[in-house]
């Protein structure tokens, strides 16, 4: 049984008692979870001040965070922005510890309205230690298997939930339609059919809704599962030259058929929130744009939870940030933004709206509307009946489970983009050989690995971050025994020569990066890679690994690799990229966006006039499992001495009732 704080049950005793009366025994309708959410909503709204409903906007960072604020603030939500945690490798027993110690500030607020915390978890619970972490989206983009992705939102939603948290900023539906882009590994492809497809991982974050579920009306469906949320509306994939927060320029048409299917998608599957982009389009900033906000997203998509501002999103709407803050904030609510992400300086916002309601420049019924869907998310959640966590789920926390699940995805993700040719294919390669190389910058180095938002915004180097399998160790674990396996991560020519290889590793691609640091518009292979893939495969047959967020400039190099995967950013899991290339399991996946053969012909996508790519949208050699191949060739040997023995066996039958006939006559 797990174990619970003394304080925190006391707590739960004392919300037992005055769960739905108020201080004089008056019945609360509100507090009644047997009433209908519409009226519960009503009914809190109506006895909530301006003060209140203002606090209930208001989102903050878990680093300006106390009970006083909490409660004298009416503080409606709490974050942690990346790489932001209790302390360092802080267990799900620490987070849940902290989470609720800003929840009882919540608590003994005037109404007891509980706060939501949330959390970036955008492959797994990316920013806790020793949590399992997936591939990157474009990584599960390349497997086109929306079951897949389901499950590792249900995975997430449990680990998530083991450390205290119901909300995570998750998923991304961005179409990138420009590598040169740094979220381009948050896609899950530039076709908006894929990204729709993807957004089933809504249903495993927060659960399928029943048949008779309302459309556009939130759901999350208990205790181990978590509200997502669909960002970042809307266009972000689409910006000029893939520059991060830049402008998106294109018609209507355009983006609706291309950067706005997946979000209708998202709301029909029942998605609690939604973020706004810091993009604009065609010049207007999406956090200040009224027609897509109000208009489309809550009108003509009939979304009913609530929109979320990105961090500090509403000081970007001017240029340079913060320079008329009052105007952004009005320009901000008036377009339909529910909750403002203000991290830090929350007394301004609260300070400004105030101003701005008590004047009639916004008016109260939009403010009403806001906080009815945040109310109306919370309550469909289950928050209000169960607001504190507890460490039932902790052993959940980089469970075996999860991380076979993991490795499922990692393999499933790669993309087998050469190999050999087909009288003489690379792969599988044998698991037995008096000697084989690994090298390259990636091979043993599970920061390179997970890529950015991994337990820093910006990711890490190196393997002390978190608990994973480098690429180095997979292979170690499975080859022969008697194979050597010897790492070098940068050998030079003399070395590889002399030690006579049976074949090589290598693993190279980019370094983490997370949003406007990830725009790149040389997409080069960091140094040395060019230089270890050159050297390397001129000595001995080799097979290249790819570990990137998105295509990279290859073409100078392909013809001398004898086989090329794109493995992407896989996560924890690296015995999921050897489980391919020692064909365990054979290759499957597709390429989610083109690879072009240099940047000058970005931006490219299939379709388009000028494509001429280094490997099309689409492409994937796929193999067979060494197991299946055996077993095919068997069944195949077998099927073919069938007829064999069948005709052996007729004739001496015939033979012997020849003979039998003669000795009658």
Same mark, same amino acid.
């Given at each position: 049984m797990s174990k619970v704080p003394v304080r925190i049950v006391g707590i739960l005793l004392?919300?037992?008692?005055?769960?739905?009366?108020?201080?004089?025994?008056?019945y609360v309708l509100y507090k009644d979870p047997k009433q209908k959410v519409s009226d519960r909503v009503v009914d809190l709204l109506g006895r909530m001040t301006l003060e209140e409903k203002i606090g209930q906007m208001v989102q903050i960072d878990r680093s300006v965070a106390t009970v006083n604020i909490m409660r004298d603030y009416f503080i409606g939500s709490v974050l942690s922005g990346g790489g932001s945690a209790p302390l360092p490798e802080a267990t799900a027993q620490n987070w849940v510890d902290m989470i609720n110690e800003y929840q009882k500030g919540a608590l003994v607020s005037r109404l007891g309205i509980p706060m939501i915390y949330g959390i970036d978890a955008v492959h797994g619970h990316n920013n806790v230690y020793n949590a399992t972490i997936f591939p990157h989206n474009v990584g599960l983009g390349a497997t086109r298997d929306p079951d897949l992705v389901k499950r590792i939102g249900a995975a997430t939603a449990v680990?998530?939930?083991?450390?205290?948290? /119901?909300?995570?900023?998750? /998923?991304?539906?961005?179409?990138?339609?420009?590598? #040169?882009?740094? #979220?381009?590994?948050?896609?899950?492809?530039?076709?908006?059919?894929? &990204?729709?497809?993807?957004?089933?991982?809504?249903?495993?974050?927060?659960?399928?809704?029943?048949?008779?579920?309302?459309?556009?009306? =939130?759901?999350?469906?208990?205790?181990?599962?978590?509200?997502?949320?669909? +960002?970042?509306y809307v266009g972000d994939g689409g910006t000029t030259k893939g520059i991060n927060e830049n402008n998106t320029v294109t018609d209507l048409h355009s983006l609706l058929s291309i950067h706005m299917p997946a979000y209708a998608d998202a709301i029909y599957k029942g998605v609690s929130t939604v973020m706004v982009s810091y993009s604009s389009?065609?010049?207007?900033?999406?956090?200040?744009?009224?027609?897509?906000?109000?208009?489309?997203?809550?009108?003509?998509?009939?979304?009913?939870?609530?929109?979320?501002?990105?961090?500090?999103?509403?000081?970007?709407?001017?240029?340079? /940030?913060?320079?008329?803050?009052?105007?952004? &904030? #009005?320009?901000? %609510?008036?377009?339909?933004?529910?909750?403002?992400?203000?991290p830090f300086n929350f007394t301004e916002f609260v300070n400004d709206l105030t101003s701005l309601v008590k004047n009639k420049v916004i008016p109260i019924t939009r403010i009403d509307d806001a906080v009815r869907r945040i109310l109306r998310v919370k309550f469909t959640m289950g928050l209000f009946e169960n607001p504190l966590a507890d460490y039932s789920l902790s052993n959940e926390l980089g469970s075996q489970a999860h991380r076979d699940l993991a490795r499922e995805a990692v393999r499933?993700?790669?993309? $087998? $983009?050469?190999?050999?040719?087909?009288?003489?294919?690379?792969?599988?390669?044998? #698991?037995?050989?008096?000697?084989?190389?690994?090298?390259?910058?990636?091979?043993?180095?599970?920061?390179?690995?997970?890529?950015?938002?991994?337990?820093?915004?910006?990711?890490?180097?190196?393997?002390?971050?978190?608990?994973?399998?480098? %690429?180095?160790?997979?292979?170690?674990?499975?080859?022969? +025994?008697?194979?050597?396996?010897?790492?070098?991560?940068?050998?030079?020519?003399?070395?590889? +020569?002399?030690?006579?290889?049976?074949?090589?590793?290598?693993?190279?691609?980019?370094? =983490?990066?997370?949003?406007?640091?990830?725009d790149n518009e040389k997409l080069t292979m960091m140094d /040395?890679? =060019?230089?270890?893939?050159?050297?390397?495969?001129?000595?001995?047959?080799?097979?290249?690994?790819?570990?990137?967020?998105?295509?990279?400039?290859?073409?100078?190099? &392909?013809?001398?690799?004898?086989?090329?995967?794109?493995?992407?950013?896989?996560?924890?899991?690296?015995?999921? &990229?050897?489980?391919?290339?020692?064909?365990?399991?054979?290759?499957?996946?597709?390429?989610?966006?083109?690879?072009?053969?240099?940047?000058?012909?970005?931006?490219?996508?299939?379709?388009d006039s000028h494509y001429d790519p280094l490997f099309a949208y689409g492409s994937g050699l796929e193999t067979e499992s060494v197991a299946s191949t055996v077993a095919r060739s068997t069944s195949a040997s077998a099927?073919?001495?069938?007829?064999? $023995?069948?005709?052996?066996?007729?004739?001496?039958?015939?033979?012997?009732?020849?003979l039998s006939c003669k000795r009658l006559e």
């Amino acid at each position: 049984m797990s174990k619970v704080p003394v304080r925190i049950v006391g707590i739960l005793l004392w919300m037992c008692c005055v769960w739905v009366c108020n201080g004089d025994g008056e019945y609360v309708l509100y507090k009644d979870p047997k009433q209908k959410v519409s009226d519960r909503v009503v009914d809190l709204l109506g006895r909530m001040t301006l003060e209140e409903k203002i606090g209930q906007m208001v989102q903050i960072d878990r680093s300006v965070a106390t009970v006083n604020i909490m409660r004298d603030y009416f503080i409606g939500s709490v974050l942690s922005g990346g790489g932001s945690a209790p302390l360092p490798e802080a267990t799900a027993q620490n987070w849940v510890d902290m989470i609720n110690e800003y929840q009882k500030g919540a608590l003994v607020s005037r109404l007891g309205i509980p706060m939501i915390y949330g959390i970036d978890a955008v492959h797994g619970h990316n920013n806790v230690y020793n949590a399992t972490i997936f591939p990157h989206n474009v990584g599960l983009g390349a497997t086109r298997d929306p079951d897949l992705v389901k499950r590792i939102g249900a995975a997430t939603a449990v680990e998530v939930r083991a450390t205290g948290i /119901p909300y995570t900023f998750a /998923p991304c539906i961005a179409v990138c339609r420009d590598p #040169r882009w740094g #979220r381009c590994y948050e896609s899950y492809g530039e076709d908006h059919k894929v &990204v729709e497809n993807m957004t089933d991982i809504i249903l495993g974050l927060q659960g399928e809704p029943p048949s008779n579920h309302k459309h556009g009306v =939130p759901f999350v469906g208990g205790k181990d599962k978590v509200a997502a949320c669909a +960002k970042h509306y809307v266009g972000d994939g689409g910006t000029t030259k893939g520059i991060n927060e830049n402008n998106t320029v294109t018609d209507l048409h355009s983006l609706l058929s291309i950067h706005m299917p997946a979000y209708a998608d998202a709301i029909y599957k029942g998605v609690s929130t939604v973020m706004v982009s810091y993009s604009s389009w065609n010049g207007e900033k999406m956090h200040a744009n009224t027609k897509l906000i109000t208009g489309y997203l809550k009108g003509t998509l009939r979304f009913k939870g609530f929109v979320i501002s990105d961090w500090q999103g509403v000081d970007k709407i001017s240029s340079p /940030p913060h320079s008329n803050y009052t105007a952004s &904030v #009005r320009a901000a %609510i008036e377009a339909g933004i529910d909750m403002v992400m203000v991290p830090f300086n929350f007394t301004e916002f609260v300070n400004d709206l105030t101003s701005l309601v008590k004047n009639k420049v916004i008016p109260i019924t939009r403010i009403d509307d806001a906080v009815r869907r945040i109310l109306r998310v919370k309550f469909t959640m289950g928050l209000f009946e169960n607001p504190l966590a507890d460490y039932s789920l902790s052993n959940e926390l980089g469970s075996q489970a999860h991380r076979d699940l993991a490795r499922e995805a990692v393999r499933k993700s790669l993309v $087998l $983009l050469k190999n050999g040719n087909k009288t003489n294919p690379m792969l599988p390669l044998p #698991r037995k050989a008096s000697k084989i190389l690994v090298t390259g910058t990636h091979a043993d180095n599970l920061g390179y690995q997970c890529g950015g938002w991994t337990i820093k915004w910006q990711g890490f180097s190196g393997n002390k971050d978190t608990r994973g399998t480098t %690429i180095l160790d997979a292979v170690k674990s499975a080859v022969d +025994k008697s194979t050597e396996v010897v790492f070098n991560e940068n050998p030079d020519a003399e070395f590889i +020569k002399s030690n006579n290889f049976a074949y090589a590793i290598i693993a190279v691609g980019e370094p =983490p990066y997370a949003e406007t640091v990830g725009d790149n518009e040389k997409l080069t292979m960091m140094d /040395p890679g =060019p230089a270890i893939v050159s050297s390397t495969c001129q000595a001995v047959k080799c097979v290249v690994v790819v570990v990137s967020g998105r295509p990279l400039v290859m073409e100078p190099y &392909v013809d001398s690799i004898e086989a090329l995967v794109a493995a992407w950013l896989p996560g924890t899991e690296g015995q999921g &990229v050897t489980d391919a290339l020692f064909g365990d399991h054979g290759f499957s996946g597709k390429l989610p966006v083109t690879w072009f053969r240099n940047t000058e012909q970005l931006p490219m996508n299939y379709g388009d006039s000028h494509y001429d790519p280094l490997f099309a949208y689409g492409s994937g050699l796929e193999t067979e499992s060494v197991a299946s191949t055996v077993a095919r060739s068997t069944s195949a040997s077998a099927a073919g001495t069938k007829p064999y $023995l069948i005709t052996v066996l007729v004739s001496a039958t015939f033979c012997l009732f020849l003979l039998s006939c003669k000795r009658l006559e």
